[in-house]
């Protein structure tokens, strides 16, 4: 089972930056993509797809992320990285990284919380999470 090591969360205050790093060892990258999720309100929330990355570089962003964070990769390393500046409290959330096949269906921006877990549907790998805290 592949596992991936997340790391980079902790508290900041608003408009602070933060980044975060997720490596998945072993984890061939030439054809998956690699994102981010996050969960707020202490998992009772659903998982909201805040970005990814493919193996070709293109990449997404969650609409009120967008000109804030950054996602890049570096696929020699097996490693993703997010960068978010200008952090608000209402970033404050769990972020969990995730891997899923290039290949089709695309990523669900929304995935539904059972029991505080989100339900992973078609991802490869999903992380433990690291938290985020923005204090006003």
């Known amino acids: 089972e592949v596992q991936v090591v997340e790391s980079g969360g902790g508290s900041v205050r608003a408009g602070g930056s933060l980044r975060l790093s997720c490596t998945a060892p072993?984890?061939?990258?030439?054809?998956?993509?690699m994102g981010w999720y996050r969960q707020a309100s202490g998992g009772a929330d659903d998982c909201e797809l805040v970005s990814y990355i493919s193996s070709r570089s293109t990449s997404y962003y969650k609409d009120s992320v967008k000109g804030r964070f950054t996602i890049s990769q570096d696929i020699a390393k097996n490693t993703v990285y997010l960068q978010m500046d200008r952090l608000k409290p209402e970033d404050t959330a769990v972020y969990h990284c995730a891997i899923k096949s290039a290949t089709p269906p695309p990523w669900s921006e929304r995935l539904q919380s059972r029991g505080g877990n989100c339900l992973t549907g078609n991802l490869e790998v999903w992380g433990q999470g690291t938290l985020v805290t923005v204090v006003s």
């Open positions: 072993g984890f061939r990258l030439d054809d998956s993509d």
